[in-house]
Structure formats: structure tokens, C-alpha cells
């Protein structure tokens, strides 16, 4: 009848309407939890590309430091393919620091290598112009410069207050500094801003303290470092807005980042009521970075079942078929998640017990060996100072070093990044009780894709024991030797058939040098052969 019609009618919409509010439910959920995964991988991808960038300055930097002397053929050898390679990368340049009464001399210096040059500054009306007399010169000398992009040889940085004021902070701490954002040249509409990274050169004095011989320099467009970070993800319409949260509110803005599939204006306003934005805060040199991500209309979810909430209410009858599939799909999603993340913590696990149970040590440094990315617990056996104080203070290890070994142990490092293969290396370490123990190492260079050392890796074992007991059977033996050849007796050694070996002293007709291999039975009667 009609009212069992209804009564079925009424079930099967309050039925479809509750799945439908129940599936709609999860599926929204899994698309927030899609997004934070995004977020993240963004996050990631972003931080490493300015990472990436920021390494070619520690290299530069690392360049300055360990050759004598650098010309502007082997400037360019070394920046020119960093800066075609890494987009981003406007230039990187060698900043000498110049005294006023240098001035003349280092413009004719300069002069030899890049014909007419001087040192430059900004005037407002005549654009470049022959820098004024102050106490204190910061001029570009050399400069790797990207295409498209205007080089600044001669220009006087230090007249720039925000590069200035990164200078002195980088000069104090002796590390990487960065300066707020900087208006980049040529761009109007929509503004683009860039960064200066600079890392001090320092140089001994003749009384051991160190001072500042100039700056390793580089400059970088947000915007490029951002799209090629970008660039190699898929594009599922999330856009990040980078922030310098090191600076005033009114300055922190550094780039909006529009996703590929955003058909709008990328610098629309930001924070809409109702957006799902996730922030995040990472280091870049001596300032702390922020990101922001957002969905963009646009944004494309990897969820299959998306329109299953309107196919449930339109057919209800495929409810259960619907929601099972679903359900089961989403169980063996996560049994796979489950198992992926047991078989890390077994790796991990397992790679802890093996570096912590060990007596070797097992380490892990960056290129520039500024810090211990990890270093096991043989370590402290052998140096007896704890890892946390290592990881606080990475100077300790080269400082446990005998003095001797020191420079041994310096030129090994820098040729493993010049040759592919490992490198071993033997020195002695000096403990704090003053004790002594030998320690053979072996380093290992590794590579990114572009064939570039980023990490070295090694391990390290204590062979003291093995070194003293080389050495005491070294005495042993020439102590042994000594008593044999000073002996007044005659001593000789043979073997099985009667063959001598050695013969302490020459006999009437056998000298001791040509006894080796001399039957010994010439020298006794024959009757006393056979015996």
C-alpha cells in the first residue's frame, strides 16, 4: 500500500542521507589529512631548494679557505656552472674588504685583470658612479652572474645598509648571515625580492687572532628557488606564502608561490575566512623562514572516491557495495602505511644496535665538516668526551688530535673531495687525561646527482693495541738480532734438511754473507755426519 511505500521510501532517503553524511565525513577527513601530507612535502622541497642554494656559498666559502690563491679564471671555472645549474642563483661573488689607504693599489690591481676598474657606489641621479673616500671598501672583485642578469663588478656592496648589517652579523659569528628581503632590479610589477647570503673569509693575523679578509657573496631570487623546488612535484593546486619572520611585519613578505593549476592573480589577497592554511617555521642561515599553504579553487585531490557521497544518495541500493569497498580500501591503504613504517623502525632499530654495540665509530659530516650529522657511541670509548658535547662543540674533535697528526689529517679531507674513491687515514688521538690512542679511519665521499661531495661518511676503529704490539715485536726482534750478531759463539740457524739460514760470524771458508743455503755439515768432520 501506499503507507508501506512511504515508510520504505522515508527509510531509504533517511538511509541514503545518513551514509551519504557518514562517507561525506571520512572522505573530507582524508582529504585534510592529503592536504597536511602535501603541505609537508612542500615544506620539504621548498627548505632543501634553499638549502641547496645556500650550499653553494658554504662551498664558495670552502674554496677561499683552502686555496692559496684564487684567480678570476678559477673564479669562474668553479661559479659559473653552479650558477647555470641551480635556478635561483642570481650570482655569487668574492667581496674583498679594501682599507681607504688600499684603495689605489687594489683598483690598479683589479685593473690588470678587468680593465677600468674602480670602485663604484649608487647615486640617485647619475646611477653608478666613482665611490666617495670612506674608511672601509666592500666591492665586488669577482662575480658568476646567471643570464639575464646585470653584473655588479666594482660596486661598493657595503653601501647597501641591509648587506652592510648582514657583513657585520656574519663577521661577528664567523658563519652564514642573511639579509631581509632586497627589491630585485628591473622587476616593477608584480614586485620580486631576492636575498644576499654572505660567509665571512677570515685570516690568521701574526699575534693568532683572526680578522675578516672579505666575504663569500651570494645573491638569490625567492621566486625562482621556490619554482624550481616546486617544480619537480606534482601540481594538486596548493600555494605557499613565504615569509621572513626574522623581519618587521611590514617587511616579512618575501613570495606567494601559486600552484600550476591557479588560473588567478598569484598575489591575491591571502586568508580568506574559512581557509585551511598550515604554517611552518624552518632556519635559512642566521634568520628563521616561514611557509604557509593554502588550497587554491583549483585544488586536485588524489582521493578516487571523491563523488561517491552523490552516488550514494542517487543510488542507495549500491550503499552497502559502495561503503565496503571503500572501507576495505582504506584498511589496506593503512596496512601498508602500518607495515612501511614497522619495517623503518626494524631498520632503524637495527642500524642502532649495530653503530651503538659496536667499538667502531660510525660518523656522518657535511662537506664543509661544520658539524657531526651523527657519530656512534664508540666515540666516547675512544675520545672519552660525550657525543652531546661533540654535537654542541664540533671543534673538539679536531682539537683531540695529536698536533703532529693535525695537518695530515686536514690534507686527506680536502682530497677526498677531489678523487671518487674512500680515503684512510691514520693519527693519533690525545684524551683529556692525556693519554694516547691511535685510531685508523676511513672516509667515504657522498654524491648528489650532479656528482657533487655533499656528505662524507666513514667509520673509525682503536688500533692501539695492534700498534704496540707491532711495536714492541719491532724491539723484540732487533734486540733478538742484536744478541744473535754480537754473540762471541758461533750461532747459526738451519732448516729441516740442514740447510743454514744465518750464520752470526765468517768461518775459514764460508763467510757469513754467502752462508745462507750452505750445507752445515762442511762444518764439522765427516765422521760426525751421520750424527
Same mark, same amino acid.
Given at each position: ?224 628557488? &621556490?619554482? +624550481?623546488?616546486?617544480?619537480? =612535484?606534482?601540481?594538486? *593546486?596548493?600555494? #605557499? @606564502?613565504?615569509?621572513?619572520? $626574522? !623581519? ?55 582521493? &578516487?572516491? +571523491?563523488?561517491?557521497?552523490? =552516488?550514494?544518495?542517487? *543510488?542507495?541500493? #549500491? @550503499?552497502?557495495?559502495?561503503? $565496503? !569497498? ?69 671543534? #673538539? ?135
Amino acid at each position: 500500500n501506499n503507507f508501506s511505500i512511504g515508510v520504505v521510501a522515508l527509510l531509504g532517503v533517511i538511509g541514503s542521507i545518513t551514509a551519504f553524511s557518514h562517507l561525506y565525513q571520512q572522505i573530507e577527513s582524508r582529504r585534510l589529512i592529503e592536504f597536511e601530507w602535501l603541505t609537508l612535502e612542500r615544506h620539504r622541497a621548498l627548505q632543501r631548494g634553499v638549502e641547496r642554494g645556500l650550499e653553494a656559498v658554504t662551498t664558495l666559502h670552502a674554496l677561499f679557505l683552502t686555496a692559496d690563491e684564487i684567480s678570476v679564471g678559477d673564479f669562474h671555472l668553479f661559479g659559473d656552472p653552479v650558477v647555470a645549474r641551480i635556478p635561483g642563483i642570481q650570482s655569487l661573488a668574492w667581496v674583498p674588504r679594501v682599507g681607504h689607504r688600499q684603495r689605489v693599489a687594489f683598483e690598479a690591481m683589479a685593473g690588470r685583470e678587468a680593465p677600468n676598474f674602480e670602485i663604484l657606489e649608487s647615486s640617485l641621479d647619475k646611477g653608478k658612479v666613482r665611490a666617495s673616500e670612506r674608511e672601509l671598501y666592500f666591492p665586488v672583485l669577482y662575480e658568476s652572474v646567471a643570464a639575464g642578469v646585470d653584473p655588479n663588478v666594482g660596486f661598493d656592496v657595503g653601501t647597501l645598509p641591509e648587506v652592510r648589517e648582514a657583513m657585520e652579523r656574519a663577521g661577528e659569528s664567523g658563519h652564514l648571515a642573511l639579509t631581509g628581503r632586497l627589491l630585485l632590479p628591473g622587476v616593477e610589477k608584480p614586485p620580486r625580492y631576492g636575498v644576499l647570503a654572505v660567509f665571512p673569509i677570515e685570516i690568521a693575523r701574526a699575534d693568532r687572532s683572526t680578522e675578516v679578509a672579505g666575504y663569500a657573496m651570494g645573491s638569490f631570487d625567492i621566486a625562482k628557488l &621556490a619554482e +624550481a623546488a616546486m617544480a619537480v =612535484l606534482e601540481p594538486r *593546486g596548493v600555494e #605557499l @606564502l613565504i615569509q621572513d619572520e $626574522s !623581519s618587521p611585519p611590514e617587511q616579512r613578505f618575501l613570495d606567494v608561490h601559486s600552484s600550476r593549476l591557479h588560473l588567478g592573480d598569484p598575489l591575491r589577497e591571502w586568508g580568506h575566512p574559512g581557509d585551511l592554511q598550515i604554517k611552518k617555521e624552518f632556519p635559512v642561515a642566521d634568520r628563521i623562514w616561514s611557509v604557509t599553504s593554502a588550497m587554491v579553487p583549483e585544488y586536485r585531490s588524489g582521493e &578516487a572516491f +571523491a563523488q561517491g557521497p552523490w =552516488l550514494v544518495l542517487v *543510488g542507495g541500493i #549500491l @550503499l552497502t557495495a559502495i561503503l $565496503s !569497498s571503500y572501507l576495505y580500501a582504506n584498511r589496506q591503504s593503512l596496512l601498508v602505511r602500518l607495515r612501511m613504517e614497522t619495517e623503518l623502525r626494524e631498520r632503524e632499530e637495527m642500524f642502532s644496535q649495530m653503530t651503538e654495540t659496536v667499538n667502531e665509530v660510525f660518523w656522518a659530516v657535511p662537506v664543509d665538516r661544520s658539524r657531526f650529522l651523527y657519530i656512534s657511541y664508540g666515540f666516547e670509548r675512544i675520545w672519552r668526551i660525550p657525543r652531546q658535547e661533540l654535537y654542541a662543540h664540533p671543534e #673538539l674533535f679536531f682539537k683531540g688530535l695529536h698536533p703532529e697528526d693535525r695537518d695530515g689529517y686536514e690534507a686527506a679531507m680536502r682530497q677526498l673531495q677531489k678523487y671518487p674513491g674512500p680515503m684512510e687515514i691514520d693519527y693519533r688521538v690525545v684524551r683529556r687525561d692525556g693519554s694516547l690512542r691511535w685510531v685508523h679511519d676511513s672516509a667515504f665521499p657522498v654524491r648528489d646527482a650532479y656528482g657533487w661531495v655533499y656528505r662524507i661518511v666513514g667509520f673509525a676503529e682503536d688500533v692501539t693495541e695492534k700498534v704496540l704490539v707491532e711495536q714492541a715485536l719491532r724491539e723484540s726482534e732487533q734486540k733478538l738480532r742484536a744478541l744473535f750478531n754480537q754473540s762471541p759463539d758461533i750461532l747459526m740457524t738451519v732448516d729441516a734438511e740442514g740447510r743454514i739460514l744465518m750464520l752470526n760470524r765468517s768461518l775459514p771458508g764460508l763467510s757469513a754473507e754467502r752462508a745462507a743455503g750452505q750445507d752445515s755439515r762442511r762444518l764439522f768432520p765427516p765422521e760426525l755426519w751421520d750424527w
